[in-house]
């Protein structure tokens, strides 16, 4: 009988095919009392050795397949290999306690993965699926068993799983592969991200996906609901069927639009840029269209990293954007740490409320050490393209003024030791807390450009923590009160002959581009996969009209009443 299970939509498409159950080898460790300690060391250092061969042969697959950034996780797991603290352990243990490997492995395992599972970070908690995955790795060369191989898939299916590890999703072949679906997950886990990066419809954090679904089921996976159709009617494999040729048409249709300008039925221009977290997006942010880069969330680098990035670490990323942006616009944000976002590597105190606490620029200004490298990189990366520089969550215009000061400190010292800097790099604020909005026209004097964060902008305006489900109902971008703020900013910016341009998820939402465009928005910058299909809707759109739209939507009482104008 026909049933579904909800999870998260981690990577859009639809996909209908068999299910292939990647079931892994029972790795059964039991305690056995040696006798050869040397013996059974070797036996460990030589699987280290197999599994770090295994490791460079990954790493090298993925970094061919998909880029360097995504072959970084293998990195990250022959340092863990070969870090002494856990090798070390494990030797100890079959030394002191005559422990077979096998089970010296799994006890260090154990507890070092206890240890990260608890942790509150949500970065360092994803840390112990590494040592998961690495310790299964090394089990199975220990006792001689063969892992299950997503390389050997030879067929077209949808791939069901308790989890996937960053290797087994590195390993799938995106021929036969048309989605995974898996029990836990999240849509920051690593195979979440990596299923984006392929372009793999994916559902994860189902829960159930093992218990429901069995192998060579017949199964339906909606990548954009989250959805998993099991036993579908006949009906329903026709209507997907018609939803993924539907989605393929209009792909092909939209992507006629890629070297075009975005420009509206009556002649107006506006610009449609990408959101971008690392410089590995930048090749998908291009074949979409992207005519700038409106929001490099430069935080990832930080977050990613198992320290503080360098000057030149950092240097060189914002080149790599840069210069793969030919000069087009790019927009890149300082440090945003804070709220949601830990750096694991960085002491913060605890607060009651993070993200109304030390965020972003408050940080970067209490923390010195953390912001000028940032700004003397982007300073030197400024000469390889049109960098733009976004200060995040400021709130007021001192903050601002503090900040410039110290780019303007920055700037001069490098130009003083003979370093060549942009001559015009603008400098522009994020309007994303309500006293900045309200206060526009007297920024607009000052800064070069605003970039308005609807997400927190929202959050802050509805007082509605963004992270919390019970009060995601007051997440309402179409409240007049918020379209009363952003035209506002935008006003503000045009009085003083500046622009303004939006990088919260509203500028990609379809229902708000018409309001956004009415209301003079000059930059929407939005995730890559939006853009073709917003070109193609503004395309038809006359601004005259949407004018008039804004402002009748300016004047509506609630949320719905503006959605059902639009909708008109
Ligand atoms: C925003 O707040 O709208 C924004 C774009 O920034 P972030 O989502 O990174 O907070
Ligand atoms: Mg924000």
Not at 17 to 32: F, M, N, Q, S
Not at 52 to 70: N, W, Y
Not at 264 to 281: H, K, L, W, Y
């Amino acid at each position: 009988m026909y049933s579904f299970i909800k999870g998260i939509a981690a990577s859009n498409g639809i996909a209908i095919a068999k299910a292939y159950r990647l079931i892994e080898p029972i790795l059964e460790v039991t305690e056995d009392c040696i006798e050869d300690v040397e013996m059974e060391i070797t036996l460990f250092v030589n699987s280290m050795k197999t599994t770090q061969t295994e490791l460079e042969f990954l790493r090298e697959k993925v970094r061919k397949e998909q880029g360097d950034e995504k072959a970084l996780i293998f990195d990250a797991h022959i340092t863990i290999l070969n870090d002494p603290e856990l090798t070390d352990a494990v030797k100890n243990s079959i030394r002191d306690e005559k422990s077979n490997a096998a089970y010296a492995l799994k006890q260090v395992s154990n507890m070092y993965v206890g240890m990260f599972e608890t942790m509150d970070d949500p970065y360092l908690r994803e840390r112990a699926a590494d040592i998961k995955d690495i310790t299964k790795r090394l089990t199975s060369h220990i006792l001689g068993v063969r892992l299950a191989d997503p390389s050997l898939i030879d067929e077209e299916v949808i791939v069901v799983a308790e989890d996937l590890t960053p290797s087994d999703t590195a390993q799938l072949n995106r021929k036969f592969v048309k989605g995974f679906t898996t029990n836990i997950g999240g849509r920051t886990s690593h195979s979440a991200i990596m299923a984006r990066t392929l372009e793999i419809p994916a559902v994860v954090g189902t829960g159930v996906a093992t218990e429901k679904i069995k192998h060579g089921d017949l199964i339906i996976l909606d990548g954009f609901s989250g959805k998993v159709h099991l036993q579908p009617s006949e009906e329903m494999i026709v209507e997907f069927q018609e939803r993924i040729e539907e989605y393929q048409m209009k792909k092909a249709e939209w992507a006629k639009l890629v070297n075009e300008a975005t420009i509206t039925a009556d002649g107006q221009r506006v610009e449609f840029a990408s959101n971008i977290g690392s410089p590995s997006d930048l090749e998908f942010a291009i074949a979409n269209g992207a005519e700038g880069i409106g929001l490099y969330r430069t935080e990832f680098l930080f977050m990613e990293a198992e320290k503080l990035p360098t000057e030149d670490e950092q240097f060189e990323a914002y080149k790599k954007v840069l210069e793969g942006m030919k000069g087009k616009p790019v927009v890149i944000r300082t440090l945003d740490i804070g709220g949601d976002k830990k750096l694991p590597w960085l002491e913060m105190e605890t607060e009651m409320n993070p993200f109304l606490g030390v965020r972003a620029i408050r940080l970067c200004l209490l923390k010195e050490d953390l912001f000028r490298p940032q700004l003397r990189a982007l300073l030197r990366a400024s000469a390889y393209g049109n960098l733009k520089i976004l200060f995040p969550m400021i709130a007021t215009l001192d903050e601002f003024r503090s900040c410039k000061a110290i780019y303007l400190e920055e700037k001069e010292n490098l130009i003083a030791s003979g370093v060549t800097v942009a001559e015009n790099i603008e400098i522009g604020i994020m309007v994303e807390i309500p006293s900045t909005a309200i206060l526009a026209d007297q920024f607009a004097k000052e800064v070069d450009f605003f970039s308005i964060g609807t997400n927190d902008l929202i959050q802050y305006t509805m007082a509605a923590d963004r992270m919390n489900e019970s009060v995601s109902y007051l997440y309402q971008p179409f409240n007049p009160a918020i379209l009363r703020l952003v035209k506002m900013v935008i006003d503000a910016s045009h009085a003083e002959g500046k622009w303004t341009g939006m990088c919260g998820e509203m500028a990609g939402e379809e229902l708000a581009q018409p309001i956004l465009l009415g209301l003079g928005l000059d930059e929407f910058s939005m995730s890559a996969p939006s853009i073709l299909k917003s070109r193609s809707n503004i395309k038809k759109m006359n601004k005259v009209e949407m004018e008039v739209l804004a402002a009748k939507a300016l004047n509506c009482r609630t949320a719905e009443e503006v959605l059902a104008l639009v909708k008109e």
